[in-house]
């Protein structure tokens, strides 16, 4: 089973608009991690935060993440068309080398 | 981007036959996955490596083997492959543990 789980399932916005998308997970993590995927291709590495961190920043990502309430979101300001992909969170809560995945959240940049 | 291959990148095969899919880096990177992505279903584990010949299952490893005889290559083996198994796979690679993870270009995969 999935322990991240990102809301909204699918997110449809103009150009130029903020896109945030959300991941709650279920046990304690070190980590977790945001990743893109255009479509047909494979995934590629966003950013990590530790459990440690509660704000980090990339360009226009901004991710914030609230141990307590085991969740975590992305925020991408000033949306691109290049920025339509889906979005999936992952964490290292099972304690061993795998990352535990969600389903992702889709997003759609209209221009 | 990392240096992370697959191959191949597209195959139509019939069910019974065996299938194998490569992953090669060149990162000299410890750990290596293999993932099957299907709609409504998002990443599931298949197997993974922690080392030259140390494995181990993932969630969905039945009807699935691998072997990996060298850091660079890590080999993913359908014995006999039925419908189920058409899918897209993609390869991962980590220096650390349960850390970022760089992805290959993935197989598409068309059982018939």
């Known amino acids: 089973s999935q322990q991240g789980e990102e809301d909204p399932q699918a997110l449809s916005i103009q150009e130029g608009e903020n896109a945030t998308m959300n991941c709650s997970y279920k046990?304690?993590?070190?980590?977790l991690q945001w990743y893109r995927q255009n479509s047909g291709r494979g995934l590629v590495h966003l950013i990590l935060?530790?459990?440690n961190e509660r704000e980090k920043h990339s360009g226009r990502l901004r991710v914030t993440l609230d141990t307590s309430k085991k969740s975590s979101s992305l925020l991408i300001t000033a949306s691109r068309a290049a920025d339509t992909a889906s979005y999936f969170c992952?964490?290292?809560?099972?304690?061993?080398?795998?990352?535990?995945w969600g389903a992702g959240t889709k997003l759609i940049i209209k221009p | 981007d990392a240096g992370i291959t697959q191959s191949p990148r597209h195959k139509v095969t019939e069910t019974g036959t065996p299938v194998t899919l490569r992953c090669h880096q060149t990162?000299?990177?410890?750990?290596m996955y293999w993932y099957r992505q299907d709609p409504g279903h998002g990443l599931r584990l298949i197997h993974y490596?922690?080392?030259?010949?140390?494995?181990d299952k993932g969630e969905v490893s039945d009807g699935y083997s691998v072997s990996r005889s060298k850091t660079e290559d890590f080999l993913l083996t359908l014995e006999s492959a039925t419908s189920s198994q058409t899918s897209v796979y993609f390869c991962?690679?980590?220096?650390?543990?349960?850390?970022?993870?760089?992805f290959g270009p993935g197989t598409r995969l068309t059982v018939l």
């Open positions: 992952a964490t290292d809560g099972r304690g061993n080398y795998q990352l535990i």
């Open positions: 046990t304690s993590i070190n980590n």
């Open positions: 935060i530790r459990s």
């Open positions: 990162e000299n990177h410890r750990y």
């Open positions: 490596s922690y080392g030259v010949k140390d494995t």
């Open positions: 991962a690679i980590s220096e650390l543990s349960a850390d970022t993870q760089y």
